[in-house]
């Protein structure tokens, strides 16, 4: 069996936002640089670049990942989500992005979309989350701005408002 180098390519094939992807990466390329670089969608960031920061946080299969140590092969046939895909419409926010705004759960908002996207992924799951599951979500990043607080007030109140939306649906 031949080797495989780091220049060698490959071909990818994933749905990205709710749309198909198929593209052409280096064998040992981040899924960060693909959709950053290559696919033009910079709402997710890199910072640390070690998987400590959580900046660049996606969802593939509906789960929090970190995309700076994600390999693009390794999203062949998945579903991928980037902060890009939270908002409704284009001039509609998600009720989670609607908090933070109330709440000033965020500041530089450089951390931001990875702490949405995690967020986002606990909230779908578990709408009645509470204050410390929460800030166990958020374990896995850093923000040096808020202080936290602010962003576990927007998530209990976008929690709220997601629950509240469930039982409207229901009735």
Same mark, same amino acid.
């Given at each position: 069996?031949?080797?495989?180098?780091?220049?060698?390519?490959?071909? @990818?094939?994933?749905?990205?936002?709710?749309?198909?992807?198929?593209?052409?990466?280096?064998?040992?390329?981040?899924?960060?640089?693909?959709?950053?670089?290559?696919? !033009?969608?910079?709402?997710?960031? @890199?910072?640390?670049?070690?998987?400590?920061?959580?900046?660049?946080?996606?969802?593939?299969?509906?789960?929090?990942?970190?995309?700076?140590?994600?390999?693009?092969?390794?999203?062949?046939?998945?579903?991928?989500?980037?902060?890009?895909?939270? *908002?409704?419409?284009?001039?509609?926010?998600?009720?989670?992005?609607?908090?933070?705004?109330?709440?000033?759960?965020?500041? +530089?908002?450089?951390?931001? *979309? !990875?702490?949405?996207?995690?967020?986002?992924?606990?909230?779908?799951?578990?709408?009645?989350?509470?204050?410390?599951?929460?800030?166990?979500?958020?374990?896995?990043?850093? +923000?040096?701005?808020?202080?936290?607080?602010?962003?576990?007030?927007?998530?209990?109140? *976008?929690?709220?408002?997601?629950?509240?939306?469930?039982?409207?649906?229901?009735?």
């Amino acid at each position: 069996m031949p080797r495989l180098t780091a220049d060698q390519k490959h071909r @990818v094939h994933f749905t990205l936002n709710g749309r198909p992807v198929s593209a052409v990466a280096e064998n040992r390329m981040l899924l960060t640089d693909l959709i950053r670089h290559e696919l !033009g969608l910079t709402g997710t960031h @890199v910072g640390c670049e070690h998987g400590v920061c959580g900046a660049c946080t996606v969802q593939i299969d509906g789960q929090p990942a970190r995309a700076c140590l994600t390999l693009t092969a390794q999203v062949e046939g998945a579903d991928v989500r980037t902060v890009e895909a939270l *908002a409704p419409a284009p001039d509609r926010l998600s009720a989670l992005q609607a908090a933070f705004r109330r709440h000033h759960g965020l500041q +530089c908002g450089f951390c931001t *979309a !990875g702490i949405l996207m995690s967020l986002d992924a606990l909230l779908r799951d578990r709408p009645e989350a509470g204050s410390d599951e929460i800030r166990e979500q958020l374990s896995g990043h850093l +923000c040096r701005c808020t202080g936290y607080a602010s962003i576990v007030e927007a998530a209990l109140s *976008a929690a709220e408002e997601i629950r509240k939306e469930e039982v409207s649906e229901n009735v």
